[in-house]
């Protein structure tokens, strides 16, 4: 699910296997299935890849090494050959497309605004990403849908935050090595006015691929002391909501010792026996019976066993497994 190398540096760090999110399929796009509201449904031409990466030069490199002659390696050739977007630390985000994703963001159109397509996207098996395996941090970590919810996103969030990090200051490491502390292959000009980018900068494909190299013989130890204190803490935050996701949904033994009240949700679709709300995400509703929406209120913030017993004394029994998705979705939620 995430690209090589990335998934082999989050698995050491955590130990085990990483979660996959079976819901969200980027090969048959979730979103533009019958099942999405109109409002909601992504176009065929453009699904979530209404967006432009910055890609690490490092990213850059591998791609360039890896991909062979094709449509795949023709987007990323043009950008590459782009100076305007092509930096020492990697391919950049032009600012007029970062000004149309802000617009598009404005408009809630993600996903159906073809305009602002990916130039890595292909138009081929429903669209694909032609620099998957090297995609970045943003991209391999966003998702329309989430197994475990809330639970789910926020634990891709924090992968997120880890991964800029780390692609921000590999990337800036890469630079300093190949500029400035004898990687390059010639010296940098003794003309002051000649910044040390120059000598590379009508070659750009070996500069990326070279910091590709220096990145390929880093251990996941060396990344994190490249990467500084800064980490520290976004580690912390990426085993915490590992562990929590690592449970089973809410652990449903503990459902009863907690105190729930209703979450921020809303019904976008009211039906004669179930409606659609939508809580943590726009792109990850839930069709609910009107009978359990109707009964939400009586969370109360009580103890969650006693709300359980009052239930059930009216004829209404809601298991704890019930109850624990409810709260992995922020249908329930803690005062």
């Known amino acids: 699910m995430l690209p090589p190398r990335y998934a082999h540096w989050l698995t050491e760090l955590l130990g ?6 079976q819901a969200a399929t980027c090969s048959r796009c979730a979103m533009q299935v019958d099942s999405v509201e109109e409002g909601y449904r992504f176009r065929a031409d453009a699904k979530c890849c209404t967006y432009v990466p910055a890609l690490a030069n490092f990213l850059v490199g591998a791609a360039l090494r890896e991909l ?6 023709v987007g990323l050739d043009r950008r590459v050959a782009d100076p305007g977007v092509c930096t020492p630390h990697g391919l950049d985000v032009s600012d007029d497309e970062r000004t149309r994703y802000q617009a598009i963001v404005a408009a809630e159109t993600f996903g159906r605004a073809p305009g602002l397509r990916c130039p890595h996207y292909l138009e081929q098996e429903g669209g694909l990403c032609g620099i998957w395996r090297h995609r970045n941090g943003v991209c391999a970590t966003w998702f329309c849908k989430h197994d475990r919810g809330v639970a789910g996103q926020q634990f891709w969030q924090a992968v997120e935050a880890l991964l800029a990090l780390v692609e921000r200051e590999l990337s800036h490491w890469c630079a300093c090595q190949l500029l400035y502390h ?3 292959t010639e010296p940098a000009s003794p003309d002051e ?8 900068a009508a070659r750009p494909a070996d500069y990326y691929m070279r910091a590709a190299a220096l990145v390929d013989e880093l251990a996941w130890p060396e990344v994190q002391i490249i990467a500084g204190a ?11 909501t590992h562990a929590e996701l690592r449970r089973e949904p809410a652990v449903p033994s503990l459902v009863p010792l907690r105190r729930l009240v209703p979450g921020e949700l809303r019904v976008s679709h009211r039906g004669s026996e179930t409606s659609r709300i939508v809580t943590y995400s726009d792109s990850d509703p839930l069709d609910l019976p009107n009978e359990l929406l109707d009964i939400l ?5 009580r103890p969650t066993d006693e ?3 009052e239930l059930a004394s009216e004829g209404i029994v809601l298991t704890d497994e019930l109850v624990a998705q409810l709260v992995d979705f922020a249908v329930l939620a803690d005062p």
Do not use: H, I, M, Y
């Open 16 to 21: 085990g296997s990483l979660p996959e999110e």
């Open 297 to 301: 209120p009586q969370f109360d913030g």
């Open 307 to 309: 709300v359980l017993a």
């Open 68 to 73: 062979p002659p094709g449509p795949a390696r």
């Open 193 to 200: 006015t000649v910044s040390a980018w120059d000598p590379w």
């Open 182 to 184: 004898g990687a390059a």
């Open 230 to 240: 800064e980490l520290g803490p976004l580690l912390a935050r990426v085993k915490a």
